[in-house]
């Protein structure tokens, strides 16, 4: 049987990251002219261009340094501890796959689905469409098939 599971089910907590996350999305393409997608953000570091490296640096140890400080300054109850049910060759592989999806669909979750989405790109919801749907299937062939 499938149901919630009430004890992890946290719906403001994902109703205010996500309105955070189109707040931020919404801020950073006024004040920049850009879309908020990580996957381009940390491409236009490789190769590095003049004066265009220092925000995308700073953003990016903004990404992996935030849930590092709320881990640290949140009040004990509210962090709970991180269960990956997977061993690194798998988060490896995982990764891989990941990049090379952005690669070919040109952009990432967050450049198609939160600000692609946002701007009514139909080339956003295709691509969104494409990897919700991966997402489903491979999840269902991990868990159920394999």
Do not use: Q
């Not at 300054?73 to 995982?94: F, K, M």
Request: net charge positive; aromatic share 8%.
């Amino acid at each position: 049987m499938i149901g919630i599971d009430w004890t992890n089910f946290t719906p403001w907590s994902a109703l205010a990251g996500g309105i955070l996350i189109g707040l931020a999305a919404a801020a950073f393409i006024l004040m920049n002219g850009r879309v908020l997608g990580i996957s381009g953000i940390l491409g236009g570091l490789l190769p590095p261009k003049a004066g265009d490296a220092g925000w995308r640096v700073a953003f990016l140890l903004g990404v992996f340094s935030a849930p590092l400080l709320y881990r640290w300054l949140a009040p004990e109850g509210l962090t709970p501890a991180p269960r990956i049910d997977a061993g690194l060759g798998l988060l490896v592989l995982a990764g891989l796959l990941v990049g090379l999806g952005t690669r070919y669909g040109s952009g990432c979750t967050s450049g198609h689905g939160v600000c692609g989405l946002s701007r009514l790109s139909p080339r956003s919801l295709v691509a969104t469409l494409c990897f919700m749907a991966t997402g489903f299937v491979v999840v269902y062939v991990v868990r159920h098939l394999l």
